[in-house]
């Protein structure tokens, strides 16, 4: 018989409370600030002494620093309290050819944003990737910065944070951590892309109390972030949610990976220039971009190359849907810039390959590359509160 230790349960769920009333009082800061003590004891609904053990805490930390003082009637003059805007991260948004990078504050905006270059090469790209980051910390000398977030299109392995796979990066087995780490002299927090995503949209965005998510990034290949019954799914070696390499056509295109017909080769903004390419042969080649200005210019091509990515990101969705049952899917990528005309192909392909019940919500993130950026800037801040290993959701919602 499997025996149960209900003395660590214990502790776990004392340690969960203390965690929750953490990232509440954290949060109602954030969406209502500047407000004081008393404001947060009202609003949370917890002790006054719990409020104040927390701020002071979050104080210390530098999460959190006291402002003005209010003028109430009657002479009472409470000390306000907001986040400290001059505690950031860098976050780094790695692609197959470029990385976006990024200072960010607590509120999620951006202070600063540079890009560079990247090729195949991983030691020369992270050299240029820690000058920029360099230059950057340097041009904002108020902001202290914590530390740094990396997203990737690939997956790390959460033990040795070593890059394990990313078919379209070419940088098998780098130690990218270790490479900024030295150089920056700061702690380096690493995800895959579309986890970092998730991430974000759970610590910046309003999606209180939803417990079953799938955010997909659409890009030069295809990630999926998993939130399942209130958790982020990691699975064995951090490898969860790759199905962009679902095999959807065993004798379609060679995908990165090395196999043929995986999601990503029909659904990917690549996918969608091959559809341009082939309809359009004579054309002069075009970037993602290009493709979706055509299309807004009334290209037909363009247009209908974009119809076909849609439908294959439907397609593969019925996967998820049927596999998951999330309540909402979310999607990064720059289609989203489309989605007056993609949403609805998505939407209709999906609810085609719901097996049973409704189909799910279908939403894009704002701004792909603002959403990728605070993806990576929401994993460095993870770093320093632990703790927001996604309790917080369920927590606001029962506040
Ligand atoms: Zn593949």
Known sequence: MRHIDLTQVQRASNETARRINRDIVLELIRENQPLSRADLARRSGLQRSTVSQIVEQLIVEGWVREGSMANLPRGRRPTMLGLNEEFGVIAADIHPRIAILAVVDLNGRLL???????????????????????????????????????????????????????????????????????????????????????????????????????????????????????????????RAGEFGHAPLDASGPRCACGRRGCWEVFASCRAAVRYYRELQPKAPSVTFQELLHLAEEGDPHAGNALDMQAKQIGRGLGLLIAGLAPGLILIAGDISAAWHRAGPIIEREAKRFTVAGEPPRILPTHESEIARLRGAAALAFQRHRPDLSLTAVPALDSR
Request: charged residues 20%; aromatic residues 4%; proline residues 6%.
């Open 112 to 238: 600063s944003r540079s890009q560079v270059p990247i090729t195949s090469d991983p030691e020369a790209s992270t050299r240029r990737i820690n000058e920029a980051m360099m230059r950057m910390r340097k041009s904002l000398p108020r902001c202290t910065i914590q530390g740094i977030g990396v997203s990737i299109p690939g997956r790390v392995d959460p033990d040795t944070q070593r890059i394990i796979f990313a078919p379209n990066l070419h940088w098998r087995d780098f130690d990218l951590r270790t490479a900024i780490e030295a150089k920056m002299k700061l702690p380096v927090k690493m995800d895959n892309a579309a986890n970092a995503c998730l991430v974000a949209e759970l610590m910046f965005g309003s999606l209180d109390g939803i417990q079953n998510i799938v955010l997909v990034t659409v890009s030069e290949g295809i990630g999926t972030g998993i939130f399942a019954n209130g958790q982020l799914v990691t699975g064995n070696g951090g």
